[in-house]
């Protein structure tokens, strides 16, 4: 998808427009520190390509001897002279990039007795790219990745750049929800839970219909939801969970817990199926255990072949930028995009749905101590 706007050519105002929050698309098989990497990479190369600030202006001021001055004086009438050396002859060395790039300019001249004073205006060799480097470092550009894909999964990434990465800080704490699209295959298993894995065992698979399907992600939602209440620290008979539970469901204030909201069949086509998953404080290997356990509850055997990430909170895989729209001015669009969509969104303020177990320390304590004794 590629994101139309004003063309920007100067970098230093790219670069003051390089501050929000961005929708990536994570390719598969790479980590959040490798895709943070790729995109430094990227936008520095896409910055050094525009235009840069020139290096600073240096003031040199020379003395020129009378015996020099000859010299030079010689050069210009006969410049082809073999007995004077010359930068630019054959037999003098030759000139550098540096020197070549370097603009000299003669502001004013005056006589000192034999010699001669110059005062010259060049570039200073100490800010040139050619001696510091170029002028947009990797280490200049702050990314802060919180969705923080693994290895095998791909799909939306949400990432903070430069003044951003407080933005989606906040974005974290209000513990939006986040859907993936995770596909499984009955009949096979392997060593890591995953199609690339080795296989470890095989089973068959015919008897299994969507219903049983179904009725399996029914019940393992409604496990869910009854341990949403007891990870809020919220016990289920008490009024304060009815409140909770009138108003919708609870997001725990916790990152430890993987909590399912939603499971969906969205294709069963056997023995490849499809399964839409909402759910929060997740990780890979907790998607990828879903297969293998939907597989051994239905008497066979499961393994995960994809996983990918299609919504955080309201930022949908529309928004997502491919890795060869990883370049400055297609993020600037995209920042603006995300920071339309988050201006309606008071990130100051706690969500009342996200709940904390402080918030009824006593009581949450209790109940769940009596849980453990029964």
Same mark, same amino acid.
């Given at each position: 998808?590629?994101l139309?706007?004003s ?8 670069w ?19 895709l ?14 525009m ?20 010299n030079?004086?010689?050069?210009r ?5 073999d007995?004077?050396?010359?930068r630019n ?19 004013s ?8 004073i ?12 050619l +001696? =510091?480097?170029p002028?947009?470092?990797q280490?200049d550009?702050? %990314? ?5 894909l693994? #290895?095998? &999964?791909?799909?939306?990434?949400i990432?903070g750049?430069n ?6 800080q ?7 929800l986040?859907?993936y699209?995770?596909?499984g295959?009955?009949g096979?298993?392997?060593d890591?839970?995953?199609?690339t894995?080795?296989i ?20 393992s ?10 990870a ?10 009815y ?6 469901l ?10 399912v ?6 294709s069963?086509?056997?023995?490849d199926?499809d399964?839409?998953v +909402? =759910? ?9 255990? %879903? ?6 509850? #239905?008497? &066979? ?15 949908t ?9 990883w ?10 995009k995300t ?11 706690r969500?009342?749905m ?11 304590n209790?109940?769940?101590?009596q849980k453990?004794?029964e």
């Amino acid at each position: 998808m590629c994101l139309t706007g004003s063309y920007i050519k100067e970098a230093r105002a790219a670069w003051k427009l390089l501050n929000g929050v961005i929708c990536v698309c994570k390719p598969l098989g790479l980590t959040p520190a490798r895709l943070q990497a790729e995109i430094r990479n990227k936008l520095k190369l896409g910055l050094n390509a525009m235009k840069v600030r020139e290096p600073e202006t240096f003031i040199e001021i020379r003395r020129i001897e009378a015996e020099a001055r000859s010299n030079i004086e010689k050069s210009r009438i006969n410049p082809n002279d073999d007995d004077l050396p010359s930068r630019n002859s054959s037999k003098g060395p030759p000139m550098s990039n540096l020197e070549k790039s370097l603009v000299k300019e003669v502001v004013s001249e005056f006589n000192d007795g034999s010699d001669k004073i110059q005062i010259v205006k060049r570039s200073n060799y100490a800010d040139h790219p050619l +001696v =510091v480097g170029p002028r947009y470092q990797q280490q200049d550009i702050k %990314l802060f990745d919180i969705s923080q894909l693994g #290895l095998d &999964t791909s799909g939306l990434s949400i990432l903070g750049i430069n003044s951003g990465t407080k933005i989606v800080q906040k974005i974290f704490q209000m513990r939006w929800l986040r859907t993936y699209k995770v596909s499984g295959q009955f009949g096979i298993s392997t060593d890591t839970g995953f199609h690339t894995g080795r296989i470890v065992d095989k089973s068959t698979y015919h008897k299994i219909r969507k219903q049983s399907l179904d009725r399996l992600l029914t019940s393992s939602q409604a496990a869910h939801q009854k341990n949403m209440f007891l990870a809020s620290g919220v016990p289920l008979t008490s009024e304060r969970a009815y409140q909770i539970a009138s108003q919708g469901l609870p997001r725990p204030d916790i990152v430890t817990t993987p909590l399912v909201y939603s499971l969906k069949c969205t294709s069963f086509n056997p023995p490849d199926f499809d399964i839409e998953v +909402v =759910v929060i404080n997740e990780n890979e290997y907790f998607l990828k255990g %879903l297969i293998h356990d939907f597989g051994l509850r #239905l008497h &066979t055997t499961g393994v995960c072949t994809k996983v990918q990430c299609i919504k955080y909170g309201p930022f949908t895989f529309d928004l997502a930028l491919l890795p060869k729209h990883w370049d400055p001015q297609n993020i600037i669009n995209n920042t603006l995009k995300t920071m339309e969509i988050l201006k309606n969104i008071n990130l100051t303020v706690r969500d009342p749905m996200v709940t904390s177990e402080s918030d009824d320390h006593s009581i949450s304590n209790k109940y769940l101590n009596q849980k453990e004794i029964e």
